[in-house]
T-cell receptor
Framework: KAGVTQTPRYLIKTRGQQVTLSCSPISGHRSVSWYQQTPGQGLQFLFEYFSETQRNKGNFPGRFSGRQFSNSRSEMNVSTLELGDSALYLC?????????????FGSGTRLTVV | AQSVTQPDIHITVSEGASLELRCNYSYGATPYLFWYVQSPGQGLQLLLKYFSGDTLVQGIKGFEAEFKRSQSSFNLRKPSVHWSDAAEYFCAVGARTGANNLFFGTGTRLTVIP
């Protein structure tokens, strides 16, 4: 059974640009959550999508957005990148009927903003 | 406000020695409690979780954790550490109702020396 797949694994962008990260959940999982991991702030919740709808949102500026497709794959977008957006972005998928207690995490996308 | 405290940023133990990683939480009500491990360049792997019942929880890789309500703690233990246990360990809490996301501690990095 394939795990949670995040692409790309590494990304370098310039300040002011925008970026799109992708997360393919485990087959059958319909919930996808995104977290940002930085050395200073640790792991922080960005948002959760379920059945193509944002169900929960963390405390991040509007530059951070996401969406989910009918096949449950999710993308997150960061516009007008800032140096502080450099982080490991992790997504986690959950099976139906389970939330964070059913998380399987991907390996993450390492974003570096220069 | 919810918070999770892991007071030890970095711990070094000898292979074969016992290990205890501390976790304290502040929450409105007793949350669900988790321990995750993260190896370099990887996502998070669930070690164990506590929802209710027996306050001593067994997990994978020989880890266990004890929930102490009076101390708002959920410390992780292992009787004999292996070199492969070197990684970063995260304690996390989640609400029993409402928001479907986890709050993480800042992590404890474990170094194992031969």
């Amino acid at each position: 059974k394939a795990g949670v797949t995040q692409t790309p694994r590494y990304l370098i962008k310039t300040r002011g640009q925008q970026v799109t990260l992708s997360c393919s959940p485990i087959s059958g999982h319909r919930s996808v959550s995104w977290y940002q991991q930085t050395p200073g702030q640790g792991l922080q919740f960005l948002f959760e999508y379920f059945s193509e709808t944002q169900r929960n949102k963390g405390n991040f500026p509007g530059r951070f957005s996401g969406r989910q497709f009918s096949n449950s794959r999710s993308e997150m977008n960061v516009s007008t990148l800032e140096l502080g957006d450099s982080a490991l972005y992790l997504c986690a998928s959950s099976p139906p009927g389970r939330g964070y207690d059913g998380y399987t995490f991907g390996s993450g996308t390492r974003l570096t903003v220069v | 406000a919810q918070s999770v405290t892991q007071p030890d940023i970095h711990i070094t133990v000898s292979e074969g020695a016992s290990l205890e990683l501390r976790c304290n939480y502040s929450y409105g009500a007793t949350p669900y409690l988790f321990w995750y491990v993260q190896s370099p360049g990887q996502g998070l792997q669930l070690l164990l979780k506590y929802f209710s019942g027996d306050t001593l929880v067994q997990g994978i890789k020989g880890f266990e954790a004890e929930f102490k309500r009076s101390q708002s703690s959920f410390n992780l233990r292992k009787p004999s550490v292996h070199w492969s246990d070197a990684a970063e360990y995260f304690c996390a809490v989640g609400a029993r109702t409402g928001a479907n996301n986890l709050f993480f501690g800042t992590g404890t990095r474990l170094t194992v020396i031969p």
